[in-house]
Every structure is written in C-alpha cells, then in structure tokens.
C-alpha cells in the first residue's frame, strides 16, 4: 500500500481483448462454419466451462496460497459479498429491464462469475514484479467459483 505501479495500458487492453474477445471470435466462426459439430458438443460445453473455471482458480490460489492464508477472514468476507450482491444486482438490473426469470437468473450467474478470474489473469500478466498484487483476485476467483456454482445448482432444480 502506498507505493506507485506502473501500469502498461496498451498491454493491458491487448490482454483483455485476448481473454475476452478471442474466445468469443473462435465460438462465432466455429458455429459458421461447422453448426452441427457445435450442437453436438453444446451439452458438454457447461461441464468443460466448469474444469477449466476449476484448472484456472485452482492454479491461481496455489500461486499465492500463502499470502491467502494470512490475509485473513476480512477478505474473504468481502470476496464473497463481491459475488453474491454482484448477482443480486445482475438479477435485479435484469428484472428492472423486464427479462424473463430465467434470463435473470442467466444474469446473475454471469454477473457473479466472471470479473475476478479476469482481474487475476489481467494482475498476474501485467503486474509481475509486484508482490501480492494478484491476492484479491485470485482468493476472489475462489469464491466466484463457489457462489456461481451455488446459484446454477439451486436454481436449476
């Protein structure tokens, strides 16, 4: 706390569009170019979503678990209101908009799952040399796995 980082904004935004929009892009042309390959691996698509969520948070905690461990309930508290009220507001926001209960729901699972493992991925490439930078995040990244879950398996039954 206290000390000034350098931040690469050029490196950062290309980041960004490489997490963000690559992913997007390849499922767009695949599902132009090959549909009925896309329908059929379409009902494994949530458990694959799933390990991969798993493989990054998992390898995201182990890189800082030390530091996780000393920092306390304090943030873990706070990580895990991150998630829950950031999906009571994307359920909300969606509602207020008019959308159906299960685009509301659809929004509250994403709205919950997502900012953190990207704040992870965005810290440790961009803030290598700075000690504990990524701790948030990944603790974060934690939870959202967590609470994500929760609400899909609630309230898909």
């Not at 948070?57 to 461990?69: D, L």
């Not at 950031?86 to 299960?102: K, V």
């Amino acid at each position: 706390l206290g000390s000034r980082v350098p931040v690469e904004a050029g490196d950062i935004a290309l980041n960004a569009l490489k997490v963000l929009l690559a992913p997007i892009l390849v499922g767009v042309i695949m599902n132009q170019l090959a549909p009925g390959f896309c329908k059929a691996v379409a009902p494994f698509t949530p458990v694959v979503g799933v390990l991969a969520a798993m493989l990054l948070v998992g390898a995201g905690a182990a890189t800082c678990a030390e530091a996780i461990k000393n920092a306390g309930i304090s943030l873990q508290l706070a990580s895990v209101l991150f998630h829950v009220l950031g999906a009571a507001f994307g359920f909300g926001a969606a509602r207020l908009c008019g959308y159906n209960e299960r685009v509301c729901r659809t929004v509250a699972i994403e709205t919950a799952m997502k900012a953190s493992t990207f704040g992870y991925m965005l810290a440790a490439r961009n803030f290598k040399g700075v000690e504990g930078v990524q701790v948030p995040a990944a603790v974060s990244a934690s939870w959202n796995a967590i609470v994500g879950s929760i609400f899909a398996v609630y309230w898909k039954s």
